[in-house]
């Protein structure tokens, strides 16, 4: 769901989220805002409880995204994947339906790196079970 903007005109302020428009650091006095997607709508919080997904969750993740993105997105091999996936991961304590309790983020035997931490070269097991700090 977007964005609902206030009424009363600029400064446009989110009712849900509160999020003020702003372009260049200074108030934007336009006509309409653009369209947003507001990380406090119904649908998106009803998603996230359904799925068990936390904002910490969500913010592991795209901590891991910009991590392997600024290394130039290097992958495991798929071997070594599935093993992490079947030696380490399974038998762990925090492994809950295809996801770390530690740090939220999915593992698996994906080929996926963008929904698969293990493909992601530049991850590692916040427990230390796997990857560079093992």
């Keep these: 769901m977007m964005c609902e903007w206030n009424t009363d005109g600029p400064p446009w302020k989110c009712s849900q989220c509160g999020w003020v428009y702003e372009q260049r650091g200074e108030l934007v006095l336009s006509a309409k805002p653009p369209r947003r997607n507001c990380p406090n709508s ?62 939220g983020c999915r593992v698996s035997k994906s080929r996926i790196a963008v929904s698969n931490k293990l493909k992601m070269a530049t991850e590692s097991c916040p427990k230390g079970k796997w990857g560079e700090s093992a």
């Design 42 to 103: 119904p649908d998106l919080t009803e998603a996230r409880e359904r799925l068990g997904i936390t904002p910490d969750d969500m913010k592991h993740w795209a901590q891991a995204l910009a991590r392997w993105t600024r290394a130039g997105f290097p992958v495991r091999p798929q071997t070594e994947v599935e093993r992490i996936e079947r030696d380490i991961c399974r038998p762990c304590e925090e492994y809950v339906d295809g996801r770390c309790k530690s740090c």
